[in-house]
């Protein structure tokens, strides 16, 4: 017990000495420095405290999330839905697979222009590049979770008297559902790109317009600070979520 | 004969999509009541044979008839034991054994109390809340053998079920399966590999030959089980002389 204790301890001492060796260099490449556009670690986080104090960050957040959770919202229930459909139905998977593959290796940004192009400049398109970005990887996920239920587990399910139904309920969905909360942890991820992108790209809004804002008067350490925030969000974001899943399914358990 | 028979083979042949011919021309009837082997070299179609006896998979040509009704699909009067166990990895012990009654519809209570009982026939007391992967092969499959007592099934199907179980498991399982049997009126079709796990279960061996697999002969190894000790039978004579006698049978196929 006093032994994990300490390997504990032992982890959490490397990883403020790795965080204090990569804000070292940050600070000391600002100084140095590399551009004068480049602001070190110190002024930045000054610059973050700042836009935290004066209300400007929160706001910038509260219209960012709008898009991102709006798009991932509608991409978990149709991406995942439509996965889940494709992996069961033959003649679904038939027709739309090949679509999905060649969408999850497209660079889906770059058809961003496009849906401005046809939805303009408001909410919708920002939903869309989200959806856009994310709904590949949620429908691929859900889709090969559900084709990977092993054989003999259907088998048996009929063996005892299973229903086409209950081998769905009782063996494949559960069976899935790791695969498919990897898809929608994922899926986010993609979305947070999605959604900076679209900020940059159709509207300045948000973060999106922080970033551009403060580019364009030359507030380099705002606009690190803004960029930092983003990272920072997404990261802790993704992260939590991959703990959870690991809480949720056990690799032991999830059988995937 | 086939008065007492509970499972009837009528000319069953198996070609399967790529053209390969796995079993021509079977013809057997299974007594009732009585554990019957079907042993035979490997690749001969006998996990193929027992598939179609449970209804997974279908016949290419003639049918099974069970308790005199030709086989649709699986049945409530048949229960399956896989090779790979097939237990649910996110189910505990207790929901695994109750499963068959769960997709049956018997009410909770009822099922796991069902399933309490077996966990202690089978020998996993202590172990109802634990996960597959917390348990060894040889309790795994037990749990697959409880599951497929619990469904109370006149006919027991088990595919290899030792066969991925280390050679000491082995032999203690066969013994408490026949401990297990002794008092339940089942009707077992045995699959398996090992000759001497033939002779040592059988009330009867079902010797088929190589692919295409079809009856090649009938043992009956004349072996006492009721009165003598796991270790007399195997120096039974008869269980010795069924053990050379299946290997004469198979020796000519490999």
């Known amino acids: 017990?006093?032994?994990?204790?300490?390997?504990?301890?032992?982890?959490?001492?490397?990883?403020?000495?790795?965080?204090?060796?990569?804000?070292?260099?940050?600070?000391?490449?600002?100084?140095?420095?590399?551009?004068?556009?480049?602001?070190?670690?110190?002024?930045?986080?000054?610059?973050?405290?700042?836009?935290?104090?004066?209300?400007?960050?929160?706001?910038?957040?509260?219209?960012?999330?709008?898009?991102?959770?709006?798009?991932?919202?509608?991409?978990?229930?149709?991406?995942?839905?439509?996965?889940?459909?494709?992996?069961?139905?033959?003649?679904?998977?038939?027709?739309?697979?090949?679509?999905?593959?060649?969408?999850?290796?497209?660079?889906?940004?770059?058809?961003?222009?496009?849906?401005?192009?046809?939805?303009?400049?408001?909410?919708?398109?920002?939903?869309?590049?989200?959806?856009?970005?994310?709904?590949?990887?949620?429908?691929?996920?859900?889709?090969?979770?559900?084709?990977?239920?092993?054989?003999?587990?259907?088998?048996?399910?009929?063996?005892?008297?299973?229903?086409?139904?209950?081998?769905?309920?009782?063996?494949?969905?559960?069976?899935?559902?790791?695969?498919?909360?990897?898809?929608?942890?994922?899926?986010?991820?993609?979305?947070?790109?999605?959604?900076?992108?679209?900020?940059?790209?159709?509207?300045?809004?948000?973060?999106?317009?922080?970033?551009?804002?403060?580019?364009?008067?030359?507030?380099?350490?705002?606009?690190?600070?803004?960029?930092?925030s983003i990272v920072l969000i997404a990261a802790v974001t993704i992260h939590g979520l991959e703990r959870l899943e690991r809480r949720l399914f056990p690799p032991e358990v999830r059988g995937s | 004969m086939?008065?007492?028979?509970?499972?009837?083979?009528?000319?069953?042949?198996?070609?399967?999509?790529?053209?390969?011919?796995?079993?021509?021309?079977?013809?057997?009837?299974?007594?009732?009541?009585?554990?019957?082997?079907?042993?035979?070299?490997?690749?001969?179609?006998?996990?193929?044979?027992?598939?179609?006896?449970?209804?997974?998979?279908?016949?290419?040509?003639?049918?099974?008839?069970?308790?005199?009704?030709?086989?649709?699909?699986?049945?409530?009067?048949r229960a399956f034991v896989f090779q790979d166990f097939a237990l649910l990895p996110w189910a505990t012990v207790l929901r695994n054994i109750a499963f068959g009654l769960e997709l049956r519809g018997v009410p909770k209570e009822e099922r796991f109390e069902i399933a309490r009982k077996l966990i202690g026939e089978v020998g996993l007391v202590g172990f109802e809340s634990s996960y597959p992967h917390q348990l060894s092969g040889g309790m795994r499959q037990r749990v697959g053998l409880a599951r497929a007592l619990a469904v109370d099934a006149n006919i027991i199907l088990m595919d290899e079920p030792f066969s991925s179980v280390d050679e000491q498991t082995r032999r203690k399982f066969q013994e408490e399966l026949l401990d297990l049997l002794r008092h339940r009126q089942k009707t077992v079709i045995f699959v398996t590999h090992s000759i001497e796990e033939a002779a040592y279960l059988s009330d009867r061996i079902v010797l088929l030959s190589a692919r295409p697999g079809t009856v090649s002969q009938i043992i009956q190894p004349n072996v006492d089980r009721s009165s003598e000790s796991p270790d007399e039978i195997r120096r039974d004579k008869n269980y010795l002389d069924a053990v050379d006698q299946i290997w004469q049978v198979l020796k000519k196929y490999l």
């Open chain 2, 2 to 77: 086939s008065a007492d028979a509970i499972v009837e083979l009528k000319g069953i042949g198996k070609t399967y999509e790529t053209g390969v011919e796995a079993l021509r021309e079977v013809n057997h009837s299974f007594p009732a009541g009585k554990l019957s082997t079907l042993l035979g070299p490997s690749g001969c179609g006998k996990t193929t044979l027992l598939k179609i006896i449970g209804g997974l998979i279908p016949a290419t040509t003639g049918e099974v008839l069970v308790e005199g009704k030709r086989v649709e699909g699986p049945g409530a009067e």
């Open chain 1, 1 to 228: 017990m006093s032994n994990s204790h300490r390997t504990g301890d032992r982890r959490i001492l490397w990883l403020l000495l790795s965080f204090l060796f990569a804000f070292g260099l940050w600070e000391a490449a600002g100084r140095w420095p590399i551009s004068v556009a480049f602001s070190p670690f110190s002024q930045t986080f000054l610059a973050m405290v700042r836009m935290v104090a004066n209300g400007s960050l929160l706001k910038a957040y509260a219209s960012t999330v709008q898009p991102l959770i709006i798009g991932f919202i509608i991409c978990g229930i149709v991406g995942g839905g439509f996965g889940i459909w494709m992996g069961l139905s033959r003649t679904t998977e038939w027709f739309s697979l090949p679509f999905f593959i060649i969408l999850q290796a497209a660079p889906m940004a770059a058809v961003i222009p496009l849906v401005t192009y046809i939805y303009g400049i408001g909410l919708t398109s920002k939903v869309l590049a989200v959806a856009v970005l994310a709904a590949p990887v949620i429908v691929m996920n859900s889709y090969k979770g559900i084709r990977n239920t092993p054989p003999s587990l259907i088998q048996m399910c009929r063996a005892f008297l299973g229903t086409r139904t209950q081998v769905v309920v009782k063996i494949i969905l559960p069976h899935a559902a790791a695969m498919i909360f990897t898809g929608l942890r994922l899926g986010l991820a993609m979305g947070f790109i999605g959604v900076v992108i679209a900020e940059l790209l159709i509207t300045p809004t948000g973060i999106g317009d922080l970033i551009s804002y403060h580019s364009s008067v030359a507030d380099f350490p705002e606009m690190f600070a803004a960029v930092a």
